[in-house]
């Protein structure tokens, strides 16, 4: 009996082995036949024709048999959403983008199913039809404002709770394609569409990456998909890699936090979706973030003129605040707005990113001889220290973070250890 089993066992083994060396030899056979399975986009995978219920022409043109999609190398999470991995064959190069259809299949049916019965009274139409038809009824109703005439009703305060005419005449700036400084019923159609479905392609253009912000680049619009950056896998894949690694992207944590809470653009942008999955790393090294859609935006300079003098910081906390409940606290879009509650990328960058220890974030886990600082830098990041204030208790600890770090070319080396 006993060698019987232990044939057995040694029978198992052998052909664990064999099937490990076999993965081994085929990797890159399997990783290059599931590219190969990649199909290319059509106007059917755009929707081009339900235009100018849609986000956007300015990229058909380019794409037209160019672009690549991967569907077995898309994360089968971020496909759900309707994101997905390809390879766009432009004349300067290839690049790896996402095409994003903004939402679940069953959040653009409901948006189609609204604005037909709107305008048919039945739940099916031809959309792009219906809202052409929208727009002659609308705007026999009221000529006088074209703006409030539009499909779902162009109310740019609706998507944007912090206002401003600096900030609508850059979104009108956006879509006027045509230059002619207000926009046409057909490109309002296109903005009104965009701010209905996800106004993540809307905070893209407006804070784009060649002027420093850290968004993924954004290429453009075909029908109901947008083309953006591939920006790398999301932070969830290196919540287990080495403290070195964990804190090269906290420091990028720390310092997109300053930078959206303070620029010389006088802009002030807040994250109010921070999580793993809405950070990447790209193939460069740089920390982005991904998803957009819920990116506040207070413009600072109007904010300056109503001369907000003190409490800038979020002071209160819910007292049922604890550690398995990171995402409490209270803070206010209002109070937002009028310049106070500036602390908030670093109160969620620190909560949910960093700390806490033990809650398999970032920054668990340092070096015995560190641990007692950058537990207590952290807690003054959290919550509210008179004595510490947060965004200074964020600054030394972003200063001390960087101590860990190799300096100039070998942090270059991190990157490729983990590529
Ligand atoms: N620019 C991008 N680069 C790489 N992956 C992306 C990108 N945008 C989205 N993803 C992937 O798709 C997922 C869902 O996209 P996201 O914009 O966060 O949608 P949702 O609003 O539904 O969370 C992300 O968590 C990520 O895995
Ligand atoms: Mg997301």
């Known amino acids: ?3 019987r089993r232990c044939k057995r066992r040694r029978l198992f083994i052998c052909v664990g082995l064999i099937a490990v060396s076999l993965v081994f030899l085929i990797k890159d056979t399997l990783f290059v036949s599931l590219f190969a399975s990649s199909f290319l986009a059509d106007e059917f995978f755009f929707q081009s024709n339900v235009c100018p219920a849609c986000y956007g022409t300015s990229l058909c043109k380019q794409l037209e048999g160019r672009l690549w999609i991967a569907p077995y190398l898309t994360d089968p999470r971020a496909s759900m959403k309707g994101v997905r991995y390809a390879e766009w064959d432009r004349q300067e190069g ?17 948006f189609d199913e609204a604005l037909c019965l709107r305008v048919t009274g039945e739940r099916q139409c031809a959309v792009h039809e219906a809202v052409k038809l929208f727009k002659i009824k609308s705007s026999e109703q ?36 045509d230059r002619d400084g207000s926009l046409n019923v057909e490109e309002s ?21 060649d002027e420093g912000w850290p968004f993924p680049q954004y290429y453009g619009a075909c029908g109901r998909t947008i083309i953006a950056e591939y920006g790398g896998r999301t932070l969830e894949s290196y919540m287990k890699k080495s403290w070195e690694f964990r804190v090269w992207l906290s420091v990028q944590l720390l310092q997109i936090a300053f930078l959206l809470t303070d620029n010389s653009h006088d802009w002030a942008l807040y994250l109010t979706d921070i999580r793993p999955a809405n950070f990447a790393l790209s193939e460069n090294g ?47 879009s209002d109070l937002m707005c009028l ?21 398999g974030r970032l920054l668990d886990n340092p070096p015995v001889h ?3 600082t950058i537990e207590s830098l952290l807690m003054d990041c959290m919550y509210y220290n008179r004595h510490r204030r947060r965004r200074q208790a964020a600054a030394e600890l972003l200063h001390y973070l960087v101590t860990f770090l190799p300096e100039g070319p070998d942090q270059d080396d991190l990157m490729q250890k983990y590529s």
Do not use: W
């Open 286 to 332: 740089q920390v982005l973030v991904i998803d957009a859609e819920h990116v506040e935006i207070v413009d600072m300079q109007e904010v300056d003129r109503k001369q907000v003098l003190s409490d800038l910081e979020l002071k209160q906390e819910d007292p049922e605040c604890s550690r398995n409940h990171v995402r409490c606290g209270i803070h206010s």
């Open 370 to 372: 560190a641990k007692n």
């Open 142 to 177: 009221i000529p006088s404002n074209l703006m409030q005439s539009l499909t779902v009703g162009l109310n740019l305060s609706d998507h944007f709770h912090c206002m401003s005419d600096r900030l609508k005449r850059k979104i009108i700036g956006l879509y006027d394609t």
């Open 189 to 209: 159609q296109i903005l009104a569409t965009t701010l209905q479905v996800n106004r993540e392609p809307i905070i893209l253009q407006l804070f784009p990456q």
């Open 94 to 110: 290839k690049v790896k983008v996402v095409t994003k259809n903004l939402g679940y299949a069953a959040e653009i049916k409901n």
């Open 1 to 3: 009996m006993p060698l």
């Open 339 to 359: 310049g106070y509650e500036r602390d908030l990328n670093f109160i969620y960058i620190c909560r949910i990113m960093l700390g806490f220890s033990g809650y």
